[in-house]
């Protein structure tokens, strides 16, 4: 599993006298010095496993991301949102590349994680196993998929491992721009008809669940996150970024006139407030592949990667290893 020069370098470890209590104290040294931990950096196997599924996850997230939104490109109603609906899923296909790219720097090939998503041995993303349904979902995901997005990625630009931190400043100018266009289009609607308010708060109601769930489970309830911030892949965690999530969207909400789908929202003071909890049951069946769209995007990811393989022979040919 580990490629060649990563073997190389753990070579010349096995032959050096260096205990592995020693390096681990290097490993633990550089992380409370707020060092990067780089490629070819010693690292526990658990630290690294723990990147393997993580940015494995956020890469397939990307890119199976771009299916709710692609099967928009053609319903668009103007051109303008068909430019702007166009460009933002290049950017996602971006993101997934440079995040692939920075997991293989961890030994593990792009086919084999490409193989692990198909296999059901690596997730995504639970909120891509919802439909979309109308134009207003476009504005939906856009504000609050990416917004939740951006507040998870804008944290993981400090995280310790340093191709992932490098990836995340890059993805992070680039998401703040799919943030507002989603909620230029839901606060267009909400300027608009009857027909197209309710198409909007329709859109909210049916996304603002899903968006708290990317967030992950209760920081009690996950078997990761202690890890996570020991070795500071996360800087804060689930909760704690929800919750900054939720206090920054439902202002915006009240703003454009829109009504959050939880009759308890109370107002705790400025921009905090207390919420519902999550359908935790919900979230697993999701989670766990029986949400609305599970088999319908994973089936459509398993046939364009087998239609496009064709192009990666041709790549490779003209680009032999
Ligand atoms: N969707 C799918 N699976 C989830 C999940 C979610 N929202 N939350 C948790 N899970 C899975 C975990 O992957 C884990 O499964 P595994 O054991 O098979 O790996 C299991 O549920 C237990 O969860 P954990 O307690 O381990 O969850 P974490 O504490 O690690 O939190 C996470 C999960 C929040 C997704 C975390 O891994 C994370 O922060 N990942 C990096 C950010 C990320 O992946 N963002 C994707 C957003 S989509 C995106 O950016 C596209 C953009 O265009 C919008």
Redesign the pocket.
Known sequence: MLNRIVKAKYKTMETSLISQEELLLEFENKINAEQKIEPLDWMPDEYRNHLI??MS??AH??VI?MQPEGNWITRAPSLRSKKILLAKIQD?GG?GLYLYSAAETLGVSRDQYIQWLHEGK??????FNYPALTWADMGAIGWL??G??IT??VS?QRTSYGPYSRAMVRICKE?SF?QRQGYEIMWKMMEGTKDQQEMAQDALNRWWWPAL?????HDS?????SN?MKWKI?RET?DHLRQKFINKTIPQAELIGLKIPDSNVVKLSDENYQTSDINWDEFWKV?NGNGPCNEQRLAHHIKYHNEGAWVRESASISNPK
């Open positions: 599924r993580q996850q956020h997230s990307e991301g996602e993101h690596a997730k995504y993303a639970s909120v998929v990416d939740a997005a998870n990625q993981l998401e799919h769930m990317m967030f992950g489970p309830d996950s078997p990761r996150t996570a996360k689930n989670v």
